[in-house]
């Protein structure tokens, strides 16, 4: 019994990373102006207005890491995220000194749970921002009819964005997958990914088998 445990052990999937690994600007007048992608990486104070960069740079950085949903998180593209899963977050946004289009990929090593492109939506995830960045920009949050987001069933970790954007912005909120490469950064609430239900029953079961022998072998 303990040799079947150990195998199904190491046959179990093991959770990919989820932090942003790459993103570029493939397109738009803001990449015709010397707009990049930016990836923000100090967090520790950081503050983000509407009007707070106004340049043509497409940016984006890892909120909460490694977080234990409480509930269901309704998503507008992708699958809602269930209540129990454990997700990473990560905020995209593209704050224009006037106005043009964004065009770009962003690359997570874990694949895209679901994004949130409305208003209500993103403020209803204010639970899994960043807990030392200052978001002060709710009325500029989410997108309009002119900007798109896609995802891949064949690349799951990959994100694209059109934004097209004036002042105040298009801001929005990716959840990814639980995301060893938070841990290996030490930027990670959980350490390991919860177990499915599945494999709570098999390990309640494998448990009460061990017990039944180890029973049976004190007679």
């Known amino acids: 019994m303990l040799r079947l445990f150990c195998i199904l052990l190491f046959l179990m999937p093991t959770p990919a990373s989820a932090v942003i690994i ?72 593209f704050d224009p000194v006037s106005v043009a289009q964004a065009v770009g990929t962003i690359y997570f090593d874990a694949p895209i749970i679901g994004v949130m492109t409305r208003t209500r ?9 960043h807990t030392d960045v200052t978001y002060s920009h709710s009325g500029a949050w989410g997108l309009e009819s002119s900007d798109h987001v896609t995802l891949y069933s064949d690349e799951p970790n990959r994100l694209d964005v059109a934004f097209w954007a004036s002042r105040p912005g298009d801001f929005i909120r990716v959840f990814t997958e639980f995301s ?10 959980y350490s390991t990914p919860v177990p499915s239900s599945g494999v709570l029953i ?11 022998r180890a029973r049976a072998a004190r007679r």
């Not at 207005?49 to 909120?63: C, I």
């Not at 309704?74 to 899963?85: K, L, P």
């Not at 939506?121 to 921002?129: I, Q």
């Not at 060893?180 to 609430?189: C, F, N, T």
């Open 180 to 189: 060893q490469g938070a841990v290996d950064l030490g930027i990670s609430e």
């Open 22 to 93: 790459s993103g570029q600007m493939t397109g738009g007048n803001a990449f015709t102006r010397g707009g990049s992608f930016v990836e923000i990486l100090s967090l520790d104070g950081l503050t983000i207005t509407a009007d707070g960069f106004d340049d043509f740079n497409l940016r984006a950085f890892n909120e909460r890491q490694n977080v234990v949903a409480d509930s269901i998180i309704e998503t507008d593209i992708g699958r809602d995220v269930a209540a129990g899963e454990m997700v990473a977050s990560h905020y995209v946004f």
């Open 121 to 129: 939506a993103v403020y209803g995830s204010s639970d899994y921002r």
């Open 202 to 212: 098999l390990a309640g079961f494998l448990g009460w088998g061990f017990a039944q």
